[in-house]
């Protein structure tokens, strides 16, 4: 079956939803907000939609694709470039292995998973930040930032199952 | 025929997908490794590159940075109106004493002015103003910068001190045409050189990524009172020397540490001030990031 044009550019369209809401979610995590202690320890909101895509749709989710999102965030969070584009690779490359448990799996074990990637992603970011700045930093940070990425995952994955259930779904 | 050959492709293509599959996750870790490197090496042209990066994207943050600031500000009323009666009453105190301190800052004022054109003290030069809206604040554990909305075309340049209110807020290091980044005073990086108001003790404040900041370099029989006024002292040429910039917090055997005078998580407008300081042409040269 041929497409139209028409067809093809929606099609085209929907299928670059993962990677719109991906930066929207980039972009969110950049909003000032003003609240005391709420900067060091801001969910990291695109963990979260490289987590929920590469589980539902690796076809639009590329490794490749994570990476310019990771490439994005170091550009415009003005941190040292790579970490983030290292530790989303890391994200979906994990979530690739283990596509198939998480993929039969319930929501609360989708979450579980999410915890330990999470906990793997405070790890690599700390060991990173620690490394380019030649000292030790303190690990505390990174660990109630993963903890609030992990609280704040439900709320997240429910936007993007509803943006999945309108754009790629029928 | 044609049928066949297209099956035999496709299984050939399965296992090869495969490999590149696994052989782009190699390639793309290796690809953030060594960018982790050309930042370290080649620290200008990945500040060019972030400069046009957010530039890009400063439209857009500036559009949801909006609602956000707002919401923030409604809360933060609601807050207000229950307290008003009492912030008005401090209010009318601190305006009393206020309104003394300015009649000994025009004496003081004037005397300078005596005593200069006695001296023939050549004057500062006039320094001045870029007011910017904060739009964008990385949220991580690990970096403390702040975007904001004036670049190069509203004469913003690099190394410029940021204040707002009360206080040193932090230096500009990085300059695209319409938004500047600017490196708060409690980023690991950052690097202020500071006195003492009252003991006079030189020191250079440097952030650790939390609230406060620590002094560094300081001789340790030195005497130092908390509750003790930081400003800047002028070294090294970036900041002009009396900029205030916090109160000794605590002094303790994990050093000195400062409160900086600015809530630098509530930073919505902030000034960049151009001192028009001799030397300041020359870019001062900044710590690698």
């Not at chain 1, 028409?6 to 719109?20: I, V």
């Not at chain 2, 600017?182 to 006195?195: C, G, Q, S």
Request: some cysteine; proline content about 6%.
């Amino acid at each position: 079956m041929t497409l139209t044009l028409w067809q093809r550019l929606d099609k085209t369209g929907r299928n670059l939803a993962p990677f719109a809401v991906t930066v929207m979610l980039a972009l969110i995590g950049l909003v000032p907000v003003p609240a005391p202690a709420y900067g060091p320890v801001a969910p990291f909101l695109t963990a979260i939609a490289i987590y929920y895509w590469a589980i539902h749709r690796p076809d639009l989710m590329r490794p490749g694709t994570a990476f310019l999102i990771g490439l994005l965030q170091d550009l415009l969070t003005g941190g040292p470039l790579g970490v983030n584009a290292l530790v989303l690779v890391l994200i979906h490359w994990t979530v690739m292995n283990q596509r198939r448990v998480l993929m039969a799996s319930s929501f609360g074990m989708m979450w579980v998973g999410f915890v330990l990637v999470m906990l793997g992603v405070a790890c690599v970011q700390w060991l990173a930040f620690s490394a380019l700045n030649a000292t030790v930093l303190p690990f505390n940070p990174a660990l109630f930032q993963a903890l609030l990425t992990v609280a704040m995952f439900p709320a997240v994955a429910w936007i993007l199952i509803r943006v999945h259930r309108a754009f790629l779904q029928g | 025929m044609k049928p066949r050959t297209s099956g035999s492709v496709v299984r050939l293509a399965a296992p090869l997908r495969a490999l590149a599959q696994r052989f782009s996750f190699l390639l793309l870790v290796l690809a953030s490794i060594a960018l982790m490197m050309v930042g370290k090496i080649d620290a200008l042209s990945v500040d060019n590159a972030r400069a046009r990066v957010t530039d890009a994207f400063a439209p857009i943050l500036d559009a949801i940075s909006r609602p956000a600031a707002t919401a923030a500000h409604v809360v933060e009323s609601a807050v207000e109106v229950r307290n008003a009666f009492e912030e008005n009453q401090r209010l009318k105190a601190e305006n009393a004493r206020l309104l003394q301190w300015r009649q000994a800052a025009l004496r003081l004022e004037a005397e300078n002015t005596s005593l200069r054109s006695l001296l023939k003290a050549t004057p500062e030069p006039p320094s001045t103003y870029i007011t910017a809206r904060v739009i964008a604040a990385p949220g991580s554990s690990f970096l403390r910068t702040l975007v904001v909305t004036a670049g190069r075309r509203d004469g913003v340049r690099k190394g410029q001190a940021a204040i707002a209110g009360a206080g040193l807020v932090g230096r500009v290091v990085e300059v695209g045409e319409w938004s500047a980044r600017v490196l708060l005073l409690t980023d690991i990086n950052a690097r202020v050189p500071v006195v003492l108001e009252s003991s006079r003790q030189r020191a250079v404040m440097a952030g650790d990524n939390s609230d406060q900041t620590k002094l560094l370099y300081l001789p340790p029989d030195a005497a130092i009172q908390v509750g003790e006024r930081v400003v800047t002292s002028g070294h090294g040429g970036q900041f002009p020397p009396g900029l205030a910039v916090g109160v000794v917090s605590s002094v303790g055997e994990r050093g000195v540490r400062v409160q900086p005078n600015v809530d630098l998580a509530r930073v919505e407008h902030l000034q960049l001030v151009d001192f028009n300081m001799p030397g300041a042409e020359t870019e001062p040269s900044h710590e690698t990031k």
